[in-house]
């Protein structure tokens, strides 16, 4: 009996419509798309620390009056936050060229107000610079015995940036003994340390509480 040949199988094979082709291999973004955006986000974290590094070795030593605080809700967790006389709207409305602040009032706004060095005298605390002027731009005119500090005016909250302190949890404690017992004595002897740089930045240095010096 003749057997007839087996044919092989072939593939049902379809082709694929053009619509439905394999897709085109994604084309691949430069490198600097990603690196670039990376590095300008790395540069923002740098600057702050360096130009608080800037202004901690360069700036001008300030000292600044504290406002009145309650101890016990100064140093509540591991920071503390001050307050201070040029936080006040009202006093810095009071000097000339405070009208800046009025004008500006509930607006976010940058001002400056100038600080002018105390007659020399060595005292323990240091005694405060006082406040003489406002102004909507950066001063150039400047004595040798004044320094500019920049502020910032949310049209009821005065800032500077030196308002909120880090300490190690073991020398709270004995600041905050330390305040509570200068309470309604001389106001000068809750002051605070700062240098100021030629743009007005500042950085904290140390808190003085009476005749103690705790360094930031």
Not at 31 to 56: E, K, N
Not at 133 to 153: E, I, K, M, N
Request: glycine share 6%; aromatic share 10%; hydrophobic share 35%.
């Amino acid at each position: 009996m003749n057997q007839q040949p087996i044919e092989p199988l072939q593939p049902d094979l379809q082709l694929l419509p053009e619509t439905e082709a394999l897709p085109k291999q994604t084309k691949r973004l430069p490198g600097w798309r990603l690196w670039v955006p990376l590095l300008f986000q790395a540069m923002l974290i740098v600057a702050v620390p360096a130009r608080d590094a800037y202004t901690y070795i360069a700036g001008t030593p300030v000292t600044l009056q504290t406002a009145p605080v309650d101890p016990y809700d100064l140093l509540r967790g591991y920071y503390q936050t001050l307050s201070y006389d040029i936080s006040n709207p009202d006093l810095l409305r009071s000097l000339p060229g405070g009208d800046y602040l009025t004008q500006a009032s509930g607006q976010y706004t940058k001002f400056y107000v100038v600080l002018e060095a105390p007659t020399p005298e060595i005292t323990t605390p240091p005694t405060p610079w006082k406040p003489v002027r406002v102004s909507a731009d950066r001063p150039t005119d400047l004595a040798d015995h004044q320094v500019a500090l920049q502020g910032h005016f949310n049209g009821w909250q005065v800032l500077y940036g030196l308002e909120t302190y880090y300490m190690p949890e073991d020398r709270r404690e004995q600041i905050n003994t330390d305040i509570s017992q200068v309470q309604g004595q001389a106001q000068r002897a809750f002051v605070v340390d700062i240098k100021v740089d030629a743009s007005g930045n500042a950085v904290p240095i140390s808190l003085w509480v009476r005749d103690r010096n705790y360094r930031f």
